[in-house]
T-cell receptor
Framework: QQQVKQSPQSLIVQKGGIPIINCAYE??????FPWYQQFPGKGPALLIA?????SEKKEGRFTISFNKSAKQFSLHIMDSQPGDSATYFC??????????FGTGTRLKVLA | KAGVTQTPRYLIKTRGQQVTLSCSPI?????VSWYQQTPGQGLQFLFE???????NKGNFPGRFSGRQFSNSRSEMNVSTLELGDSALYLC?????????????FGPGTRLTVL
């Protein structure tokens, strides 16, 4: 019940494409859903986040879609660029402010 | 504002030894969380400290311990190292639990156990 399932494990898209990464959770007590971007040799950096009372949030080229009834949320990257090549993690925060992370998606954007 | 700093950045130890890792949070942040990152298990929560008290703990054996000092700096210790402890150990800081949602991660300490 504490897991966050993330798919796919890896993704390759052409420049300008729209990669979509999906996450699913079970625990309805989760109250905050961030996405992190991690480059090799660096710590994860917050990209965008959403709360369960909102169905969509956009920040620049990044969009989160949230489906509360299905307990799923996804990250869309518009007009993807080679510089977006990184590992992306979804996460969910529980009521005790404990974060559970997905297993990560390695994205490669081809030039 | 300086980010989260972690020392050392790289560490090589042998089985059975112990290790201490250090984390300095962003100035003014009082909550520090530790995570273990491995290719197989991803990011796993170790523990969280706020005001020198452990508030949350993940599912790790007692060989993993931590503490937080009055200046919010935190250390984690792993005793009797095992090969499986090889990982990237990440520290994240936030202002305080529940105040501001964002966690800021440090660059991590890469621990290799031989």
């Amino acid at each position: 019940q504490q897991q966050v399932k993330q798919s796919p494990q890896s993704l390759i898209v052409q420049k300008g494409g729209i990669p979509i990464i999906n996450c699913a959770y079970e625990n309805t007590a989760f109250d905050y859903f961030p996405w992190y971007q991690q480059f090799p040799g660096k710590g994860p950096a917050l990209l965008i986040a959403i709360r369960p009372d909102v169905s969509e949030k956009k920040e620049g080229r990044f969009t989160i879609s949230f489906n509360k009834s299905a307990k799923q949320f996804s990250l869309h990257i518009m007009d993807s660029q080679p510089g977006d090549s990184a590992t992306y993690f979804c996460a969910a925060r529980g009521g005790t402010y404990k974060y559970i992370f997905g297993t990560g998606t390695r994205l490669k954007v081809l030039a | 504002k300086a980010g989260v700093t972690q020392t050392p950045r790289y560490l090589i130890k042998t089985r059975g030894q112990q290790v201490t890792l250090s984390c300095s949070p962003i100035s003014g942040h009082r909550s520090v969380s530790w995570y273990q990152q491995t290719p197989g298990q991803g990011l796993q929560f170790l523990f969280e400290y706020f005001s020198e008290t452990q508030r949350n703990k993940g599912n790790f054996p007692g060989r993993f311990s931590g503490r937080q000092f009055s200046n919010s700096r935190s250390e984690m210790n792993v005793s009797t190292l095992e090969l499986g402890d090889s990982a990237l150990y990440l520290c994240a800081s936030s202002p305080r639990p529940g105040q501001g949602d964002e966690q800021f991660f440090g660059p991590g300490t890469r621990l290799t156990v031989l």
